[in-house]
């Protein structure tokens, strides 16, 4: 017998997810030839310099991306970056998962927090929780069994991160830890599938990251759970002999934390690593980067 009381998720009373407001439709992405902004880096040129090396000596370029990049609008880069084979192999957090599927469902996400925790009704919208149905059902890892049901049923797949990494045979991998996504509050939530769908993207992350050797490693916007993946990824990959001692570690974010700074630039990129920080919205960072490691492939 347990000793202490539990909440039963049978109880939690969920709602359709188009009685939502949204803060992001695709009407609001960022288009790939929207008007560039006057904005410059010469840290931001100097990544560009180290992508476009490592695709043309065929490296694995990883990008981790927060949720927030997905919020911002700007899937479309990471998508056109996916189908050119410039980047290798992404991946999300719990949340970023969620904004991608719900984007590919309805073409809209990111609710009004502030309105709905008033009467409890945040993250309650039922058609999200089809994610719980999809890892539940699915023998696949986490980011392929989503990507493959957004790519074969959604009507808005085309600007889904993990329904064109799934179309393009490209990793994609989603890290959840428990308690975290509003879809672990839906009575349909299984916390064994979830484990076991994520853990299995734990192993193909850390396949990746044991070919990192002379790549490039991305952290564009996960504050905590993407650097603390990658440590420990990056540890495995030691530990299994991969050395990995020549690499390009580049944290892009709004605001300087202590994880991506230690965990992706500092403690990996020792030595022969590069380490690259820019700190400023990713509404600048993302299209600019893009348009210039296109321009050093001569793709532009």
Known sequence: MNRHSKFDPKRVKLHPIRERRYKISVDDFVRLDSCVSPFASKTLDRLAERIAKGHRERRIIIAMLGAHVIKCGLSLFIIDLLERKIISHV??????????????????????????????????????????????????????????????????????ILANAYRLRIPATVHVAIGTDIIHQHPNFDGAATGRATYEDFKIFVSSVTQLEGGVILNIGSAVMLPEVFLKAFSIARNLG???????????DMIDHYRPRVNVLERPAKGRGEKLNVIERHEKTIPYLYRRVLEKLSLA
Request: no cysteine; hydrophobic share 40%.
């Open 91 to 160: 991946a999300l957090n719990g949340a970023g998962a969620i904004h991608d599927f719900e984007i590919g469902l309805i073409g809209a996400t990111s609710e009004y927090v502030e309105e709905t925790l008033v009467d409890g009704s945040f993250g309650m919208a039922q058609e999200t929780g089809i994610i719980n149905d999809i890892v539940r059902l699915q023998s696949d890892g986490f980011g392929a069994s989503v990507g493959k049901y957004i790519e074969e049923n959604l009507a808005h797949r085309r600007f889904s």
């Open 242 to 252: 991969h050395q990995i001692t020549t690499l390009t570690a580049a944290n892009l």
